[in-house]
Structure formats: structure tokens, C-alpha cells
Nanobody, 122 residues
């Protein structure tokens, strides 16, 4: 069983930055692929990006590439999402998720956090 808790969301003006964290309560955190998704009101859950189990490989959606950075600290069982140059269209609830295999499809992931709200004003 994997429990995930996101933190770090909030309100920021366009052009600003936020750093989200996702704390995992599992001994084998380093064996999981970790990803971030987001969901805006009235829209489907959208893949943001992911990181391999050892942190050596990352991938991003085109909409955030060059602005967002995913990292992880396996010693601290924590996943991060650094968001820079935020835009109003980044407003959404952000979720972290854990899985054994990498995919950009949300149904691939069995373990999810509760989400944290990010609001970007223009």
C-alpha cells in the first residue's frame, strides 16, 4: 500500500513560481515510477510529467516543457514539481501518482494523492 500526500499548492500571479511536494509513506518508494497529473474544472485529468524510479529519466507534457521540473529524493521518499513561469492555464488541482511502469495514461496508476490546488491569476 502506498499513501501519497501533496503539499505546496497555493495562489500565485502569472509569471510566478511554486514548488509542489509529494510525500510517500512506503518503504520501497525507490521502486516506483512517479508522475504528476492535473485536473482543471470541467476538464479531464491531464498528464504533466513523470520521473523514473531512480530519477535518471524525466518526461513532460508539451504544455509544461521548459517551465516545470520534476525531481525526487528517494532517501526522503519525496517527489517534487518545480513550476516556473506559471500561466493562468496552469490553474488546476495537481495530483501525484505512483506506479510500477511508466505511462502518461492516468488509469495506469493505482496510487494517488488527494491533490493540491494551484491557482494562477493574470
Amino acid at each position: 500500500q502506498v499513501q501519497l500526500v501533496e503539499s505546496g499548492g497555493g495562489s500565485v500571479q502569472a509569471g510566478g513560481s511554486l514548488r509542489l511536494s509529494c510525500a510517500a509513506s512506503v518503504r520501497t518508494f525507490s521502486s516506483y515510477v512517479m508522475v504528476w497529473f492535473r485536473q482543471a474544472p470541467g476538464k479531464e485529468r491531464e498528464f504533466v510529467g513523470g520521473i523514473s524510479s531512480n530519477g535518471g529519466s524525466t518526461s513532460y507534457a508539451d504544455s509544461v516543457k521548459g517551465r516545470f521540473t520534476i525531481s525526487r529524493d528517494n532517501a526522503r521518499n519525496t517527489l517534487y514539481l518545480q513550476m516556473n513561469s506559471l500561466k493562468p492555464e496552469d490553474t488546476a488541482v495537481y495530483y501525484c501518482a505512483a506506479g510500477r511502469y511508466y505511462s502518461s495514461n492516468y488509469y495506469n496508476y493505482a496510487y494517488w494523492g488527494q491533490g493540491t490546488q494551484v491557482t494562477v491569476s493574470s
